[in-house]
């Protein structure tokens, strides 16, 4: 599979050296970075479809607020306002016009990051396909292909997977999987996990050197990256 595009970033802001550390910071965490330094070019760049753009509300050519209204009118981009600490009206009238977020300057660089890549996760399609190693487990078909090559599984053995999979690095008791898997209603006895390990082993592992399921010993399993 290819790897993603890196996400586009666009930074609105007339401060060099803001704008600069800015772009060094993102550059430095793999995003791909555009500069506008004033409001009227930002809007031109802004309209051109970046990933998320990064936008100052004290401007020349124009404002961050009018800048914002103008994105807003035929783009969902994700709008993340820069504001001075103090400018409490500014937030409101930004959020108010369709800014996903803001953050106040002096602001920590983790914080910028934190709110990016939260911004970035929320405009991520959701994909239905869940793909480890040489695995992809499609949940709207029902299907596992390991190697390329279809691995038919019973709806336990599907769902056993399916939980492993979507909680890696995990080490899983056995009353947690069978709760997780079969429901805390279900009376059984959870010993059953280490059947349906088994079979699933069979299925999923046998044959390959690169085994997906980890043991481990007194406390349960698990599968990690």
């Known amino acids: 599979m290819e790897n993603a595009r890196p996400h586009k970033i666009l930074i609105v802001e007339d401060d060099a050296a803001i704008g600069r550390v800015l772009q060094l910071e993102l550059a430095h965490e ?3 970075i555009d500069v506008a ?5 930002g809007l031109e760049k802004a309209l051109k479809e970046p990933d998320l753009v990064i936008l100052d509300l004290m401007l ?12 807003r009118a035929t783009s969902t981009v994700p709008i993340i306002m820069l504001t001075a600490k103090d400018r409490v009206p500014d937030k409101i009238a930004g959020l108010d016009l369709g800014a996903d977020d803001y953050v106040t300057k002096p602001f920590a660089t983790e914080e910028l990051l934190a709110r990016i890549r939260a911004r970035l996760r929320e405009r991520a399609p959701q994909s239905n ?32 997977l399916e939980y492993l999979l979507l909680h890696r690095n995990k080490v ?54």
């Not at 330094?37 to 070019?41: A, E, H, M």
């Not at 793909?131 to 056993?160: F, I, Q, S, W």
């Open 30 to 32: 793999g995003y791909e």
């Open 37 to 41: 330094r004033d409001g009227l070019s």
């Open 60 to 71: 020349p050519r124009m404002d961050g607020l009018e800048v914002c209204k103008r994105i």
């Open 129 to 160: 396909v869940i793909e480890y190693r040489d695995v992809v487990m499609d949940r709207d078909r029902h299907e596992v292909h390991r190697g390329g090559k279809p691995v038919a599984l019973t709806a336990k053995e599907y769902a056993l």
């Open 172 to 225: 899983h008791t056995r009353d947690q999987l069978f709760n997780g898997v079969w429901g805390s209603d279900f009376l059984g006895d959870s010993n059953l996990i280490d059947v349906y390990i088994r079979y699933l082993r069979g299925k999923i592992d046998d044959g390959f050197d690169d085994k997906l399921i980890t043991t481990v010993r007194g406390v349960g399993y698990t599968i990690k990256d």
